[in-house]
């Protein structure tokens, strides 16, 4: 080998540090991952997917069901009295006649379902999307719907029967509706 040649070799590492160098790099990404996704991984493991299913006239009542998915779900006359539904999806779910009193749906994805003749007396409804949702004859005294996505239609019709104080929250019905 000439001096030129040896020259440029010098200064580069050894094929073996260079292996070992990405291995330590691709073993403390790995790492950083699964520390990043862990607290997911725990939310994950305390929900249950109920998307399509029947469950007419169950009872849920006082169960912590965070981050549960009820989408499509059919929740006709069920009880959810008291249960936290907090970060659920909801979307296209069938709630007819269901008690939701004193349930906690806040920032849940509730577009497309059908509320009709639902209890949600005293329920927290804070910060959630329920868009194009229906809530004919529903019960809504004590309600908090403050920070809602609600359709205009369906505000006015709540807003004819809207009356009462979450006992939780100290907002009126009426309020957290923009009703005047």
């Not at 991952?33 to 929900?47: G, K």
């Not at 949702?133 to 309600?143: K, L, N, P, Y």
């Not at 403050?146 to 004819?160: A, E, H, K, N």
């Amino acid at each position: 080998m000439t001096n030129a040649s040896q020259k440029g070799t010098e200064n580069r590492p050894s094929k073996k540090a260079g292996k070992r160098l990405a291995i330590g790099i691709g073993l403390l990404i790995a790492l950083f991952a699964w520390i990043v996704d862990l607290p997911s991984a725990i939310a994950q493991e305390n929900s249950v997917n109920y998307t399509l299913t029947e469950l007419h006239y169950r009872d849920f009542s006082h169960q912590n069901l965070e981050g549960t998915s009820f989408a499509g779900a059919d929740l006709r006359g069920a009880s959810f009295r008291g249960a936290s539904l907090q970060g659920s999806i909801l979307t296209k779910a069938a709630f007819f006649e269901a008690d939701l009193t004193g349930a906690n749906l806040s920032e849940t994805l509730a577009d497309r379902v059908v509320f009709d003749g639902a209890n949600l007396t005293n329920a927290i409804f804070t910060n959630a999307i329920a868009s194009r949702s229906r809530f004919f004859d529903t019960t809504i005294t004590g309600a908090d719907f403050s920070g809602v996505i609600l359709d205009t239609y369906q505000i006015s019709l709540m807003c004819q029967r809207a009356d009462g104080v979450n006992p939780v929250t100290g907002v009126s019905t009426r309020d957290s509706l923009g009703c005047r």
